[in-house]
């Protein structure tokens, strides 16, 4: 077991401790990108009403339910369906990192994320995106949309490379990173190489925020 | 007119440049986040098959139709709705920034951006989000889901912020920033504080970059 990682009964087992279950949902498919880049796995994220990229799920109290009940409460909520997790599908629960600029943490009880992968069918995943995007409790609240993951990378470089350069909640980065290479859906080194692009890609976007940044203070300027 | 901007008129004149138009779509809302935290307006965006985020839209070649009429072609793709465009919907036209990283350009003619926005009323939003999902011809190829852009700030900093600090494709950041600006959509200095803080969110993020790159080395070494 890696650094950082609790086996489930170990995390369980903290009282005081607040959990978080999120799930990686994905399928095979067999389409390709304008008929020429094999897009090979579905995989889904969301928007967060919060602005960044993660996975579906949230908070669940042991007390009153099983981590995995819990989730699939969530998914209800955030997805529209009713899609049952079960102990199998655990992959690891961790301590969360401590709080980013984007979320301090309001509270000192320390945080527990349980993470979960569920292979589906491309038609299941297909009626997911469906009804999240129509009649979803949490759609336009929690969750600002749903979007797939590009696992590919295409000539001049976009795709995964782009993906991965955005900002997520949390280790959900990471979590998804880790799930990638652990189900083998991209190669080590191409997710490898894909990384070492996205730090590029990121660090380029440093002008690109500033000259948005440069906007609003002509604005200010002129009034 | 701001510097690097082009009248529409001529920005056509210019003989042997490639036209792409996008269309920010919006709606207001009397919804509230939580119950509590106004949402305002919803602001549509995509997550582009590239891996960044954008406008839809997309390119148009003014010798065969026009520009309004090419870019309701493409939405007719993108989001499988008939979703007119006219002159009037007009925001702006100016040259692309130099291609980025993600995204070489891989031809010598300078590409024109001419950006576009229309109002709609909240259950037209809503219909362009269900139907993008399900039967737009592009789902799943072009454009991998559309996501709402979060206009609020929460109280940890969430929100705008967040969204801003992702990676965006040429110029659409700023197109976004100018017309929440241009149509009063989120105050002046509200934005020039989320974009302030948008910088510190982007920064911290490299951290967690380099977290998810080690972990494809470890693999590696295990391999």
């Known amino acids: 077991m890696a650094s950082g990682q609790l086996l489930r009964a170990e995390a369980l087992a903290c009282s005081g401790c607040r959990h978080a279950c999120h799930v990686m949902l994905y399928s095979d498919t067999k389409t390709q990108l304008f008929g020429r880049i094999p897009i090979r796995h579905i995989v889904l994220m969301q928007m967060r009403f919060d602005g960044l990229l993660g996975f579906p799920g949230g908070l669940v109290d042991p007390l009153e339910e ?18 049952p997790i079960v102990v199998e599908d655990h992959v690891e629960s961790r301590y969360a ?9 309001s509270s000192s009880s320390r ?32 969750v600002l949309g749903m979007v797939r993951v590009p ?3 295409m000539k001049g470089g976009g795709g995964l490379a782009s993906f991965l350069s955005h ?16 189900f083998n859906l991209v190669a080590s ?6 990384l ?15 000259a948005a940044l440069a906007l609003t203070e002509v604005q200010k300027k002129q009034l």
Chains 1, 2 share one sequence.
């Open 66 to 83: 099983t981590l995995e009940a819990g989730l699939s409460r969530e998914l209800s909520e955030e997805l529209g369906l009713a899609l």
């Open 97 to 105: 990192p401590a709080s980013s600029p984007s979320s301090p943490s």
């Open 111 to 142: 945080l527990i994320t349980h993470f979960y992968v569920k292979m589906m069918e491309e038609e299941q995943i297909r009626e997911v995106e469906r009804v999240a995007a129509s009649t979803a409790t949490d759609h336009g609240q929690e």
């Open 151 to 153: 696992l590919y990378t």
């Open 167 to 182: 900002s997520f909640i949390g280790n959900a980065r990471s979590q998804l990173v880790d799930s990638l290479l652990r």
């Open 189 to 194: 080194g191409d997710l490898h190489k894909a």
């Open 196 to 210: 070492t692009h996205s730090l590029k890609i990121h660090a380029h976007a440093v002008d690109d925020l500033r």
